[in-house]
């Protein structure tokens, strides 16, 4: 394929309405295809004229756990347990009541970590989405991570972020909200008394301290953000 042209013989503008209609799942793929077209679906434009036009899909991101793994002979009595997770995609709007299996974490292990927290953010100036997976527990040991793992939708794969900051929690909330150096900020909230606030327009590398909650009980279940 040409690097001229989105695709050769079209006129740009319709080239372009056809690139907008790539589903999420097959981004990746697109964004390889060509220099032109990596250039093309990683522009704000395109993001901006893709919800412009109704293409961007809400996505339901969901923590599932593993099919159990068939097993003979005494462990067949273990197989219907199960403590490996996976994250799965369904877009509600267009999706047609399949779901899309994410990759696995880097560095294997036993799939995702058990009670880790999920935030959806907004990075590059607004125009481009991630995936944020936080914390949880070690599937094979069990005992809390601080680990901190980013999904690109552009370049479907996975990338370590800043580990949590302090000691390793089982308790904690986060969300996704307002704008940090014009991206999202993640928020983590902590049994220590206090605000953790991961800054996404730093790639997720670094954490700063936000001001704790009045009152804090020292207990965190849950957050979210409210736009107002």
């Not at 250039?39 to 099919?67: C, I, K, N, T």
């Not at 907004?122 to 070690?138: F, I, K, S, T, Y």
């Not at 991961?198 to 279940?221: C, H, K, L, T």
Request: glycine letters at 12%; charged letters at 20%; hydrophobic letters at 40%.
């Amino acid at each position: 394929m040409s690097d001229d042209e989105l695709i050769p013989g079209l006129p740009e503008e319709v080239a372009r309405e056809c690139l907008l209609r790539v589903g999420f799942d097959q981004l990746p793929a697109a964004r390889s295809t060509s220099r032109r077209w990596k250039a093309e679906v990683e522009s704000p434009f395109y993001h901006r004229l893709r919800r412009a036009r109704g293409m961007a899909r809400p996505l339901l991101a969901l923590a599932q756990a593993e099919p159990p793994l068939a097993a003979a002979g005494p462990a067949n009595k273990y197989a219907g347990l199960s403590t490996s997770y996976r994250l799965v995609l369904h877009d509600p709007v267009g999706g047609g009541g399949g779901w899309t299996a994410l990759p696995p974490l880097p560095g294997g292990g036993g799939g995702l970590p058990l009670f880790c927290q999920l935030a959806a953010v907004a990075a590059c100036g607004g125009e481009r989405r991630r995936l944020v997976v936080v914390g949880g527990w070690d599937p094979e040991t069990w005992a809390p991570m601080d680990a901190v793992h980013v999904y690109d939708f552009l370049s479907g794969s996975w990338r370590r972020g800043a580990a949590m900051p302090g000691p390793r929690r089982s308790f904690f909330a986060c969300a996704a909200v307002g704008s940090h150096g014009g991206e999202q900020a993640v928020y983590l909230l902590t049994t220590e008394g206090g605000a953790n606030k991961n800054g996404v327009a730093a790639a997720a590398q670094s954490w700063a301290r936000a001001p704790a909650p009045p009152e804090f009980a020292g207990y965190v279940q849950a957050a979210c953000c409210v736009e107002v």
